[in-house]
């Protein structure tokens, strides 16, 4: 069964980098993309962007260029999201979730159990 | 960046209630539209793909439908399982993909 089990939570200070991993099984890691997600404390879910399980090339969400990097390593099928210069806004629980299909990689049908990130001097 | 309004943000109904629930996006999305369900504490779930596929082993009392800028989801008799949270989302913009605020629906 498709399986994609993440990290686990992590607490940081305002201006430290953050790195969760995102292990998959179950599937053909190549033949769909990775997706993440995040959802802040009592509020909606927030697309960050999305790395091809085939080429590895990524899409960033406008809000996070410059702060974000995805990759993944296809030895093991795990997909990675770091984020740097964090802030106490990006306290969230972070989602990693199978995107289809592989070229737009616009809906998410498995999803990770989430991350929760703290951010907090 | 597109913008999808779901109403209503919450609501409250009685098993075997039917339940509709909208998302508007600010522009043409065509049929590039999904709906999720989400419990405390869980991940989200897909419900609905390109605006009115079932996902798998979704139970067919789940439904959705629309097309351009006007879409709904309905629950055609609410089951004690589906008190939840809902997202519609966009993927017609495959740079900026967004969601809905969300709509509540609990045990009246």
């Known amino acids: 069964q498709v399986r994609l089990v993440q990290s686990g939570s992590e607490v940081r200070k305002p201006g430290a980098s953050v790195k969760v991993s995102c292990k998959t099984s179950?599937?053909?890691?190549?033949?769909?993309?990775l997706a993440w997600v995040r959802q802040a404390p009592g509020q909606g879910l927030q697309w960050m962007g999305w790395?091809?399980?085939?080429?590895?090339?990524?899409t960033y969400a406008q809000n996070f260029q410059g702060r974000v990097t995805m990759d993944t390593d296809t030895s093991t099928s795990t997909a990675y999201l770091e984020l740097r210069s964090l802030r106490s806004d990006d306290t969230a629980v972070y989602f990693c979730?199978?995107?289809?299909?592989?070229?737009?990689?616009?809906?998410?049908?498995?999803w990770g159990q989430g991350t929760l990130v703290t951010v907090s001097s | 960046d597109i913008q999808m309004t779901q109403a209503p943000s919450s609501l409250s109904a009685s098993v075997g209630d039917r339940v509709t629930i909208t998302c508007q996006a600010s522009?043409?999305?065509?049929?590039?539209l999904n709906w999720y369900q989400q419990k405390p504490g869980k991940a989200p779930k897909l419900l609905i793909y390109d605006a009115s596929k079932l996902a798998t082993e979704v139970p067919s009392r789940f439904s959705g439908s629309g097309s351009g800028t006007d879409f709904s989801f309905t629950i055609s008799s609410l089951q004690p399982e589906d008190f939840a949270t809902y997202y519609c989302q966009q993927y017609d913009s495959p740079r900026a993909l967004t969601f809905g605020g969300g709509t509540k629906v609990d045990i009246k």
């Open positions: 179950g599937y053909i890691f190549g033949d769909y993309g």
């Open positions: 522009q043409d999305i065509t049929y590039y």
């Open positions: 790395i091809s399980g085939y080429n590895s090339r990524t």
């Open positions: 979730a199978r995107a289809f299909p592989i070229a737009t990689a616009g809906s998410f049908d498995y």
